[in-house]
Structure formats: C-alpha cells, structure tokens
C-alpha cells in the first residue's frame, strides 16, 4: 500500500510539471509554512509524517515542504477539479467578518465545501486513524496530510477570505509597479518575489531563515497564542479565516480599487502583513500535526 501511494503520487507529480496557472499563495509561501512548520515538529509528528510522505521523482527530498503545493498543482485535471473552491471561503462584500454557517459553501451553495471545511474535514480524517484501524483504508492518509497543509497555508492568506464579489481581488486589475495583474496575484506572489529580489538575493532559504529568526526573537511570545485553539480543540481554521478578511480589508484592498499602480508604499506596508501570516501558518500547521500525532500511534510508531 505504501509503494503503490508512493508510486501514484510520484506520476501526477511528473504530470503537473507540464501545467500553469494561478497559485494559492505562490510556490514559495507554501513552500515557506511548510518548511516553518517542519521547525516545530515534534518526535511523533516526524515519524508520522514521513511515513505519510511521497517519494519524489524529481529529486526535491521527502520533506512535507516539498509537496505543499500539490494540491494547487493536481486542482488543473479533471478528476481533481472538486477541489477547487476549497482553497478559499468568499465573505459578503464590506463586511470584513466571515461566518461558517453563512460562507462555508460552493458556487452551488453546497455545505462545507470551502477552505475552512476542508481543514476540519482532512483534520478529522488523520486523527480518526489512531482511533479506528478500518480508517488507514477507508481514507487516503497521505492525500490528508498534504490537504490539510496546503490549506493552512491558504486560508492565511487574507484574500483567501476575500470578497465573493470580486473572487477575492481576482477581479480587480492593479499594476504592481510596471506589471498589469490582479490584486489577489500581488498578495499570492508578488510581494513574495518582491521580497525576495530586493532583501534577500532572490533566494528562498534565506528568507526562510529571516523569518525563523523572528519566531525566536521579535514574535517569541505570540507563538504560544498562535498554536492554542479556544476549548483545546485540535485546529480552529474559523479563527484564522476570521483574521484574513480582518487584514484583506484592513490592508489588502486599501487603497488598491482598480486601475490603481501599487508600488513602494504597498510592497513596503504589506510585507510585514505576509510575513507574519506566513509564519502564523506554518506555527499553526506544526501545532495541529502534533496534537494529531502525539495520540496517533499507529502512525507515529516504528
């Protein structure tokens, strides 16, 4: 069962090399919560992990940082197009709140079916596994853990919370400095690889490191707030999407109406806002996973 996972995986991730379009935070931020989160795993969330891991036909390693964006990769084929609309939960317009039992659906108003849904349903999946042995059939756990990883990354990104009436700032057109796009691409990528040019050589791991410096120095004591959910629930993706669309409309939308060029004082503004959910994304992910595997021996166990 192992190998043939493995195996499985290894083709599609063959397969969308060959595939383009519009990633949810970007390669790169997903890429940076995972690697966060690996930081702050603890003995059994190791263990589990890799044995829920993929091995890699490209050579990228068996790290969980390496298939975080899987799931925006596979989103583009037909048989994996349902999971499209669970990379996002759309708000009302101006309102600037979010509610699951108002906004948690599809464009077919379908229950659940939204990046908060889905991380309570990958969730429940993997830790359901240490309770009922039928469980590691009946649910692909590695497809759950790479979910639930991509979609904490997702649903910290402040437009992924953003307004259903222009598909969370993917309708409105911007130019970020010389360049025409649209302002949920500026909050995916754009300030990412901004950053990354202007601060840190245009490589990744250095950014990276930036960042894990922060969470000992500048942001040591939010961390314990960070990773705690109200009444010790294992994951709270309701608080987290609530603080997205608190940002997207106190920062993301701000003075970006269309047709607006966004340049310095947006980048400079804004990328302490991604930097701080980026790293709130990857604590929270490593978090989850440990209270998921500290009481799941089967598949924290040699």
């Not at 003995?43 to 969980?64: C, F, N, R």
């Not at 050589?201 to 990773?227: F, R, Y």
């Amino acid at each position: 069962m192992k190998f043939s996972l493995r195996h499985w995986f290894a083709n599609v991730l063959v397969l969308t090399q060959l595939v383009h379009g519009a990633l949810c935070w970007g390669k790169d931020g997903h890429y940076t919560v995972c690697k966060i989160a690996e930081g702050y795993f603890e003995e059994e969330t190791i263990a589990a992990v890799k044995k829920l891991l993929p091995e890699s036909s490209q050579g990228e390693g068996d790290d969980l940082a390496s298939f975080c964006s899987w799931p925006d990769e596979i989103k583009h084929f037909s048989q994996w197009q349902w999971t499209s609309a669970l990379h996002y939960v759309n708000t009302p317009e101006y309102r600037c709140n979010y509610q699951y039992c108002r906004d948690c659906h599809d464009s077919h108003m379908q229950k659940d079916w939204c990046v908060t849904g889905a991380i309570f349903n990958y969730t429940r999946q993997l830790m359901s596994a240490s309770v009922n042995s039928q469980t590691l059939v009946q649910y692909n756990l590695t497809e759950a853990l790479m979910f639930l990883s991509h979609y904490m990354g997702d649903v910290h990104q402040p437009l992924h919370a953003g307004f259903r009436g222009d598909q969370g700032g993917n309708t409105i057109i911007v130019r970020w400095y010389n360049s025409k796009t649209n302002l949920h691409h500026v909050c995916d990528d754009m300030i990412i690889e901004s950053a990354l040019k202007t601060y840190y050589n245009s490589s990744l791991p250095l950014m990276i490191q930036a960042l894990q410096a922060k969470l000992m120095n500048g942001w040591s004591n939010d961390v314990p707030s960070w990773e705690s959910c109200q009444l010790n629930q294992t994951v709270c993706p309701n608080q987290y999407a609530s603080e997205s669309i608190g940002l997207a409309c106190k920062y993301a939308y701000r003075n970006a109406t269309p047709g607006t060029t966004l340049g310095d004082e947006y980048f400079l503004s804004r990328l302490p806002i991604v930097e701080k959910r980026l790293a709130q994304g990857g604590i929270r992910l490593a978090a989850i996973l440990n209270r998921i595997f500290a009481e799941n021996t089967k598949l924290a166990g040699a």
